[in-house]
């Protein structure tokens, strides 16, 4: 990149900060699978989760230590012995593994959370980097709350990580609390009184609680930052993190005015986008930057008129240039395996040999039902068979009565270790009825939080995709279903998430 000299990094968050977000729980499977997109992304760091806080996060950042060699892998620790350890044990395989170490630096949350002086915290913080330094040479330090804190202690804080060898510090508004203008002033402090700043990476975290995550992001790289922290789509705690592809974008379409890139490879941002949104069961809204279904829509008349001309006229991104390709091609029941895998290669979805196979199957039963089979449609089939999840309970036939003047009632069979368990109930509507079915076959007594449905593609004859929340004993899952069928679909999503639950509870 000629003339371009300053690299921006880019630290992906989503398999940990975004993976906090209320009702998101992805498995190691779907973990990797989202692990190896980013990689083909080209992100810098994917933080791929925080070891000590489950079993599960911890098998998760061994797996993808294991299987993604090309990226920095990086995994979350609080400043102490134990978590430290666990974040080691679990990056052991990583080629380049990060230790991500961090400790609240402000007055609040020294006096509530942490119940510390400010010394205490400052030694715990120069332990905490040293140790971390035993199981690897790349330790990043984040100070919690840190644009909320007293900036001299903040400064100290940064000091004692560097003297110990921490290799990036970062700066997060935790609470998404700064606005633009102040953020950059605090960046200009840190790199004014940090000893030692110009020798280590300066990073930034922002959560958008106020909906200036982007803009904050984009202020540290104005001032000096080097990395930056965000999240596929957004997503993450509470209003969520400084969303990817906005940021990525925004340094791609305004790099000559920014002096600044990022390696990010712009052309699989849709498709990271979409495997996100699939697999997290996250919407994203349709007049969302970058990748709301709407973002690169004109409907006025007056600019359908100036596209048709000139489509610089309204148009400052190339949708192709990140990925997004609208084919009017479809395949249908006459369609071979050939076509198919072909489809599934242009749409840059890679399957593995058995997911393929169960795909295809998948495919054909549609092409039979509907007829024609479009690009979204091929993506859903291909996207819900990532999501895997071991089958305890698998859905062998069901059947709905329901009218205008009838109660509804549902009888539907479950297969339970090569048994057929029948169970039958009426409701109010034929989902209600084999949901109350489903309940009395499997004995899961779980609440139903959300219930939604939408339509992949268009028509009458559309393909219908259900997506369930269900909560036991505070955990919740996100169950899914596709069919042309929308009760079909229903029942498959509430069945995928009672196979969730009894997967999370091993
Ligand atoms: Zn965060």
Same mark, same amino acid.
């Given at each position: 990149?000629?003339?371009?000299?300053?690299?921006?990094?880019?630290?992906?968050?989503?398999?940990?900060?975004?993976?906090?977000?209320?009702?998101?729980?992805?498995?190691?499977?779907?973990?990797?699978?989202?692990?190896?997109?980013?990689?083909?992304?080209? &992100?810098?760091?994917?933080?791929?989760?925080?070891?000590?806080? $489950?079993?599960?996060?911890?098998?998760?950042?061994?797996?993808?230590?294991?299987?993604?060699?090309?990226?920095?892998?990086?995994?979350?620790?609080?400043?102490?012995?134990?978590?430290?350890?666990?974040?080691?044990?679990?990056?052991?395989?990583?080629?380049?593994?990060?230790?991500?170490?961090?400790?609240?630096?402000?007055?609040?949350?020294?006096?509530?959370?942490?119940?510390?002086?400010?010394?205490?915290?400052?030694?715990?913080?120069?332990?905490?980097?040293?140790?971390?330094?035993?199981?690897?040479?790349?330790?990043?330090?984040?100070?919690?709350?840190?644009?909320?804190?007293?900036?001299?202690?903040?400064?100290?804080?940064?000091?004692?990580?560097?003297?110990?060898?921490?290799?990036?510090?970062?700066?997060?508004?935790?609470?998404?609390?700064?606005?633009?203008?102040?953020?950059?002033?605090?960046?200009?402090?840190?790199?004014?009184?940090?000893?030692?700043?110009?020798? &280590?990476?300066? $990073?930034?975290?922002?959560?958008?609680?106020?909906?200036?995550?982007?803009?904050? $992001?984009?202020?540290?790289?104005?001032?000096?930052?080097?990395?930056?922290?965000?999240?596929? +789509?957004?997503?993450?705690?509470?209003?969520?993190?400084?969303?990817?592809?906005?940021?990525?974008?925004? *340094?791609?379409?305004?790099?000559?005015?920014?002096?600044?890139?990022?390696?990010?490879?712009?052309?699989?941002?849709?498709?990271?986008?979409?495997?996100?949104?699939?697999?997290?069961?996250?919407?994203?809204?349709?007049?969302?930057?970058?990748?709301?279904?709407?973002?690169?829509?004109?409907?006025?008349?007056?600019?359908?008129?100036?596209?048709?001309?000139?489509?610089?006229?309204?148009?400052?991104?190339?949708?192709?240039?990140?990925?997004?390709?609208?084919?009017?091609?479809?395949?249908?029941?006459?369609?071979?395996?050939?076509?198919?895998?072909?489809?599934?290669?242009?749409?840059?979805?890679?399957?593995?040999?058995?997911?393929?196979?169960?795909?295809?199957?998948?495919?054909?039963?549609?092409?039979?039902?509907?007829?024609?089979?479009?690009?979204?449609? &091929?993506?859903?089939?291909?996207?819900?068979?990532?999501?895997?999840?071991?089958?305890?309970? &698998?859905?062998?036939?069901?059947?709905?009565?329901?009218?205008?003047?009838?109660?509804?009632? $549902?009888?539907?069979?479950?297969? *339970?270790?090569?048994?057929? +368990?029948?169970?039958?109930?009426?409701?109010?509507?034929?989902?209600?009825?084999?949901?109350?079915?489903?309940?009395?076959?499997?004995?899961?007594?779980?609440?139903?939080?959300?219930?939604? *449905?939408?339509?992949?593609?268009?028509?009458?004859?559309?393909?219908?995709?259900?997506?369930?929340?269900?909560?036991? +004993?505070?955990?919740?899952?996100?169950?899914?279903?596709?069919?042309?069928?929308?009760?079909?679909?229903?029942?498959?999503?509430?069945?995928?998430?009672?196979?969730?639950?009894?997967?999370?509870?091993?």
């Amino acid at each position: 990149m000629e003339n371009i000299k300053n690299r921006i990094y880019i630290f992906d968050t989503t398999l940990r900060d975004g993976e906090q977000a209320p009702g998101i729980h992805l498995n190691t499977r779907e973990k990797l699978e989202i692990a190896q997109q980013l990689s083909r992304l080209n &992100v810098d760091v994917i933080e791929a989760g925080f070891p000590i806080s $489950s079993k599960s996060d911890f098998h998760s950042v061994k797996e993808i230590s294991a299987k993604i060699r090309d990226r920095k892998i990086a995994a979350l620790a609080r400043a102490n012995p134990k978590d430290i350890d666990a974040a080691g044990e679990a990056l052991k395989g990583a080629e380049q593994p990060v230790i991500h170490t961090f400790i609240s630096s402000s007055d609040i949350h020294l006096k509530y959370q942490l119940k510390k002086s400010k010394e205490e915290v400052l030694q715990l913080a120069g332990e905490a980097v040293k140790r971390s330094l035993k199981y690897t040479d790349l330790v990043e330090f984040s100070a919690m709350d840190a644009t909320r804190s007293d900036r001299e202690f903040l400064c100290r804080l940064f000091e004692m990580a560097i003297r110990n060898g921490a290799g990036i510090i970062n700066f997060p508004d935790t609470v998404g609390y700064a606005i633009p203008s102040e953020f950059g002033e605090m960046i200009d402090f840190i790199f004014e009184n940090t000893a030692g700043i110009e020798d &280590v990476i300066l $990073s930034v975290h922002c959560h958008n609680d106020l909906g200036l995550a982007v803009a904050n $992001s984009l202020m540290a790289i104005e001032h000096g930052v080097k990395q930056i922290e965000c999240a596929v +789509n957004g997503i993450g705690e509470r209003a969520g993190n400084a969303s990817l592809e906005e940021i990525a974008m925004i *340094i791609d379409t305004r790099k000559k005015d920014l002096g600044v890139y990022t390696d990010i490879n712009i052309g699989e941002i849709t498709r990271t986008s979409s495997i996100v949104k699939s697999l997290t069961g996250y919407a994203v809204a349709p007049n969302k930057a970058i990748v709301g279904k709407n973002a690169f829509s004109h409907e006025a008349g007056i600019h359908q008129d100036g596209m048709l001309k000139d489509r610089s006229t309204y148009e400052i991104i190339k949708p192709e240039d990140i990925g997004l390709k609208s084919s009017k091609l479809v395949l249908g029941k006459h369609s071979g395996r050939h076509a198919f895998i072909e489809r599934l290669a242009d749409l840059g979805i890679r399957l593995n040999e058995n997911d393929l196979e169960k795909a295809f199957d998948r495919f054909k039963d549609l092409a039979e039902k509907k007829g024609e089979i479009n690009d979204e449609d &091929v993506r859903a089939i291909a996207e819900n068979e990532m999501r895997e999840v071991p089958e305890h309970f &698998v859905l062998k036939y069901y059947e709905v009565r329901s009218g205008s003047d009838i109660r509804s009632s $549902s009888k539907v069979g479950i297969e *339970i270790a090569g048994k057929i +368990n029948e169970g039958s109930s009426e409701g109010d509507g034929p989902v209600d009825a084999s949901f109350k079915a489903i309940d009395k076959i499997t004995k899961i007594n779980a609440k139903l939080m959300e219930y939604k *449905i939408e339509a992949v593609s268009g028509g009458k004859d559309a393909l219908g995709s259900v997506r369930v929340v269900i909560s036991m +004993n505070g955990t919740e899952v996100m169950g899914s279903g596709i069919s042309t069928d929308i009760v079909e679909a229903s029942i498959k999503a509430y069945i995928d998430a009672m196979n969730r639950i009894i997967d999370s509870a091993d």
